[in-house]
């Protein structure tokens, strides 16, 4: 399936109020009906060829490889000292495919489509918003590939991609809330009830994109911290983990609550000196994974 289109029609001139882009909005995901910007040309592409499960990491490469600027993004990635610590080069796309597997590649088209649409003159006023997004969706992924590693409860790669996904949710209401005109404070009850669904909203999208099942069940649950035993995946576990320690990144005195507060530490078996430790190898690895990844 390609990524759905963007819808051409003129979108409605009158402001909606926060309680009535909320009920757009539920119409919109009830009917499938996701209204995102346009990928480029070759990002739909990619997708199409990794929906072809007798596609060789050759002919996605040569598919990637149609667009300067994204072979150099899947280059750029598979060489970062975050995921390629030998430091040995790698200079075929190929090669590079086959490092960073389908699941990244296909993350990586994403965020190549998503960024392009960053660029665009629609959407200039959300740009410190979608910055903000997206900084802390590496911030996220980078403790989520650490704690996969580390636990060896999840594979890196998918807990990479399921961080990087993580808030396209809150992506798409920031887009969609832009073009109805919807001015969302921060204390209004429709905005909390927004705050809230957006892992739906991702997992909805994600599931429109093919990504594998345990990824959208991941994101799906990332809001879920007291999800018992039964109905947590170990993928689930590592990124509701990984979310919570972001605001410890930069106060460590939160890790002994936090870590106490979500069940998710106790089903990955990690303590506070744990994840001091953890985050310590974060901090060193998160500004090649950025820089990796920016435009």
Not at 22 to 37: F, I, M, T, V, Y
Request: contains cysteine; proline residues 5%; hydrophobic residues 50%.
């Amino acid at each position: 399936m390609a990524v759905p289109a963007y819808q051409t029609q003129k979108e409605p001139t009158r402001a909606l109020a926060p309680s009535e882009f909320l009920k757009e909005l539920s119409a919109e995901l009830a009917s499938g009906d996701l209204r995102l910007p346009s990928f480029p040309a070759v990002a739909q592409r990619v997708q199409r060829a990794l929906e072809d499960p007798r596609a060789t990491p050759a002919q996605v490469a040569r598919v990637i490889g149609i667009d300067a600027a994204l072979a150099v993004r899947i280059l750029r990635l598979a060489n970062s000292a975050f995921l390629n610590p030998s430091a040995k080069p790698i200079t075929e796309l190929q090669q590079a495919v086959k490092r960073l597997g389908h699941q990244l590649v296909r993350c990586t088209a994403v965020s190549f489509a998503l960024q392009q649409m960053n660029a665009g003159d629609g959407v200039a006023a959300l740009r410190p918003q979608l910055h903000e997004l997206w900084r802390k969706g590496t911030l996220v992924a980078s403790i989520a590939y650490v704690l996969a590693r580390e636990t060896r409860a999840a594979n890196p790669d998918e807990a990479l991609v399921a961080g990087l996904m993580h808030n396209i949710g809150e992506l798409y209401i920031a887009v969609r809330a832009h073009q109805h005109g919807a001015v969302l404070g921060a204390d209004d009850a429709a905005t909390r009830v927004l705050s809230n669904g957006h892992p739906r909203i991702a997992a909805a999208i994600l599931g429109h994109w093919k990504f594998a099942p345990s990824i959208v069940s991941a994101v799906g649950n990332q809001n879920t911290t007291d999800l018992p035993a039964a109905g947590a995946g170990p993928l689930t576990d590592v990124l509701i983990a990984a979310i919570s320690l972001v605001p410890c990144v930069f106060y460590r005195g939160l890790l002994d609550d936090t870590v106490t507060a979500v069940a998710a530490f106790r089903r990955l078996a990690l303590n506070a000196d744990d994840c001091k430790q953890l985050l310590g190898t974060t901090a060193r690895q998160i500004k090649s994974l950025h820089s990796a990844l920016a435009a």
